[in-house]
């Protein structure tokens, strides 16, 4: 459905689209914040990761809801945030890892870490498919991979669980919270799979219903 009234005019849009970057941006504002007023508790390397590490997946499963805001509200500005938004989860991504490597880990290791710790293992599954992701965001390939692309961007659904098994797995308390995330993401995924079969949910695989339908 096309945009209507006030929601269509470019100044309604734009403004939609910068209180979005501020949003997306307050955990970093936050963050900045506390390490200049040195208000991170007795692990500062620890706190600095895990803010880092819950704001990329926040904004993960946030890029995952652009697609039912915009089939339940029929506005079609969601999704001029969408890449936008997936951008941020990949940035705070970059950060969450480089915060690990340098503060916590202090660059040794490394082979070591990455393949004996499993909840290691699955953010860098998480991690390393959002790459391709990132890589491929511009207009230009988009329009190069043209059917590949939605394909290849159905990755965020690895991504996104990845990065919850991961969460979970490190957790030592509050397991609420990761089931509150957990029936998030899994309705996010059922949703997708109700509208386009669910096949959707396996990257790469051709699906006939989500060529006609554009969503990922
Ligand atoms: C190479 C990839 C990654 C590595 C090495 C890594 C490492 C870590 C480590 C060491 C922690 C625990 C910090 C602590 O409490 O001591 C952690 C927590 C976390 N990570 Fe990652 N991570 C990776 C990728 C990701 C990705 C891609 C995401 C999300 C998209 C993510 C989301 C989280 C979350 C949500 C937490 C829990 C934060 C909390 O306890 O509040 N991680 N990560």
Redesign the pocket.
């Given at each position: 459905m096309e945009l209507s009234g006030w929601r269509q005019s470019r100044a309604f849009l734009l403004c939609f689209r910068v209180g979005v970057a501020l949003l997306a941006s307050v955990p970093l504002f936050v963050l900045i914040g506390r390490i200049a007023s040195g208000n991170l508790g007795p692990d500062p390397g620890?706190e600095v990761?895990?803010a880092l590490?819950?704001a990329?997946?926040q904004l993960?499963i946030a890029t995952l809801c652009i697609t039912p805001m915009q089939r339940w509200t029929r506005w079609a500005g969601w999704i001029r945030v969408r890449r936008m938004l997936g951008l941020f989860?990949f940035f705070y991504?970059c950060l969450?890892?480089l915060s690990?490597l340098q503060f916590?880990l202090g660059w040794q290791d490394l082979w070591a870490t990455f393949t004996k710790r499993p909840y290691?293992v699955a953010?860098?599954v998480?991690?390393l498919v959002?790459v391709p992701l990132a890589l491929t965001s511009t207009k230009g390939m988009m329009r190069r991979l043209a059917s590949d692309w939605k394909r290849l961007h159905r990755l965020i659904y690895v991504?996104v669980v990845a990065?919850w098994i991961?969460?979970i797995w490190?957790a030592r308390s509050d397991v609420g919270e990761m089931v509150v995330y957990g029936v998030l993401i899994g309705g996010l995924l059922w949703l997708r799979a109700r509208w386009n079969g669910w096949g959707v949910l396996v990257p790469f695989v051709r699906n006939p219903r989500v060529v006609k339908r554009r969503s990922i």
């Open positions: 620890q990761t895990q590490g819950i990329a997946f993960l989860a991504a969450h890892v690990f916590i290691i953010g860098s998480a991690f959002l991504s990065a991961h969460f490190q």
